[in-house]
């Protein structure tokens, strides 16, 4: 049963605008027909939407569950492509230096680039939603899976040194699902290669038949780009292929623990500010933080710090003026004069050396303390 999005697939926002509206195109461009099966495939109408938040496009309605099940649409049969497969195979590997390494194919088809890869040197293997792909692919004697990949449905036998997916990307409806499935099959650090048609190849030439009901979205390099990164791939590089056609992704596998202990850090970095203010407040002890850029600003509202006397910036255009969020006042450093403090937390790390240097010219005699992966005591009183 197909499905209807009234929301970015991407991004999730609902402030979609339509882009193309295309009226009686085929249901199914990849069924050709018997004549006795003539009228099994109807027209329908086509409604392309863009996202006005993130620039993703994509079709509002998906295909049935089963749609890829028997789903036959070969390319092997090109000489033009044959090369280009070979060639993009052959540079992958070297590259990457992933002879003798193993590969996964996710959407393989009937195994004409997997063939290619184990050519190159790779040990591919493949998988395919399609029967009948994958028994072309099995008259081959190449090893292909028959599923889906999902986040629930990894690949059997990973992890896999290094992935393939060709072709595909533009036929998901669950694109970070999917994505999410390729990680969960991969070794952290695997290289990755990504090819989908290029949506400007599309817009530049005004092609309107670029645009059919089992291409459910259509990428550029930006929202290419975009889909990778949310879902922790490192891209490497975008560039376009086979004359413009395609765009084409080189990606490294980013730890997803790396995103976990980052959020960890933030917490524990959290802790240890509230702390500190709250051992200074207990020993009644004045505190401030020195700098009110990005990282000072970010910190304060984030740990909702509490107890703070003020904050000291040497920029003459913020002082004199309040924190957003917290609303703490802003001062010179001159401030340390009139109303001194017993500590001090120091938040623009880039100025960290000139700040001591000021604290020493004014013989500042109290505790002082630096934003780091933790709070850092430079100084005791």
């Given at each position: 049963?197909?499905?209807?999005?009234?929301?970015?697939?991407?991004?999730?926002?609902?402030?979609?605008?339509?882009?193309?509206?295309?009226?009686?195109?085929?249901?199914?461009?990849?069924?050709?027909?018997?004549?006795?099966?003539?009228?099994?495939?109807?027209?329908?109408?086509?409604?392309?939407?863009?996202?006005?938040?993130?620039?993703?496009?994509?079709?509002?309605?998906?295909?049935?569950?089963?749609?890829?099940?028997?789903?036959?649409?070969?390319?092997?049969?090109?000489?033009?492509?044959?090369?280009?497969?070979?060639?993009?195979?052959?540079?992958?590997?070297?590259?990457?230096?992933?002879?003798?390494?193993?590969?996964?194919?996710?959407?393989?088809?009937?195994?004409?680039?997997?063939?290619?890869?184990?050519?190159?040197?790779?040990?591919?293997?493949?998988?395919?939603?399609?029967?009948?792909?994958?028994?072309?692919?099995?008259?081959?004697?190449?090893?292909?899976?028959?599923?889906?990949?999902?986040?629930?449905n990894p690949i059997p036998n990973g992890e896999y040194d290094a992935f393939v997916t060709r072709q595909v990307l533009e036929h998901v409806p669950e694109i970070h699902d999917f994505l999410q499935g390729i990680k969960k099959s991969i070794k952290k650090d695997s290289i990755g290669l990504i090819e989908v048609p290029s949506l400007e190849k599309a817009i530049k030439d005004k092609r309107f038949y670029d645009f059919f009901p089992d291409h459910l979205n259509y990428y550029s390099k930006q929202t290419l780009?975009?889909?990778?990164?949310?879902?922790?791939?490192?891209?490497?590089?975008?560039?376009?292929?086979?004359?413009?056609?395609?765009?084409?992704?080189?990606?490294?596998?980013?730890?997803?623990?790396?995103?976990?202990?980052?959020?960890?850090?933030?917490?524990?970095?959290?802790?240890?500010?509230?702390?500190?203010?709250?051992?200074?407040?207990?020993?009644?002890?004045?505190?401030?933080?020195?700098?009110?850029?990005?990282?000072?600003?970010?910190?304060?509202?984030?740990?909702?710090?509490?107890?703070?006397?003020?904050?000291?910036?040497?920029?003459?255009?913020?002082?004199?003026?309040?924190?957003?969020?917290?609303?703490?006042?802003?001062?010179?450093?001159?401030?340390?004069?009139?109303?001194?403090?017993?500590?001090?937390?120091?938040?623009?790390?880039?100025?960290?050396?000139?700040?001591?240097?000021?604290?020493?010219?004014?013989?500042?005699?109290?505790?002082?303390?630096?934003?780091?992966?933790?709070?850092?005591?430079?100084?005791?009183?």
């Open positions: 049963m197909s499905k209807t999005y009234n929301y970015c697939r991407l991004c999730n926002s609902t402030d979609l605008k339509l882009f193309l509206e295309v009226q009686k195109t085929a249901g199914n461009i990849s069924r050709m027909l018997k004549k006795e099966e003539l009228g099994l495939v109807k027209a329908t109408d086509l409604k392309v939407y863009k996202c006005c938040q993130c620039g993703f496009t994509q079709l509002n309605k998906t295909l049935a569950d089963d749609f890829y099940d028997e789903y036959l649409m070969g390319t092997s049969f090109s000489p033009q492509m044959d090369d280009y497969q070979m060639s993009q195979a052959s540079n992958f590997i070297n590259r990457y230096h992933l002879q003798g390494k193993s590969i996964i194919e996710v959407g393989c088809g009937d195994g004409g680039y997997l063939e290619k890869l184990n050519q190159a040197g790779a040990k591919a293997v493949g998988i395919e939603p399609s029967k009948k792909f994958r028994d072309e692919a099995l008259k081959k004697n190449l090893k292909v899976y028959l599923g889906y990949v999902s986040k629930q780009k975009l889909a990778l990164e949310m879902n922790q791939f490192e891209v490497i590089e975008i560039v376009h292929g086979m004359h413009d056609e395609y765009n084409i992704a080189y990606v490294k596998n980013i730890d997803s623990n790396e995103v976990f202990n980052m959020q960890e850090s933030m917490l524990d970095i959290i802790t240890q500010i509230n702390n500190l203010i709250t051992k200074e407040k207990q020993f009644n002890r004045k505190i401030a933080i020195w700098g009110a850029g990005g990282k000072g600003i970010s910190t304060m509202a984030a740990a909702n710090v509490e107890g703070v006397s003020y904050v000291i910036d040497t920029d003459p255009h913020k002082q004199g003026l309040f924190t957003p969020v917290l609303h703490l006042p802003i001062h010179s450093p001159e401030i340390l004069n009139i109303q001194p403090v017993d500590t001090i937390l120091i938040t623009a790390l880039a100025y960290t050396n000139e700040i001591l240097d000021q604290l020493n010219q004014i013989n500042f005699k109290g505790d002082i303390f630096l934003l780091n992966e933790n709070i850092i005591h430079l100084k005791k009183h």
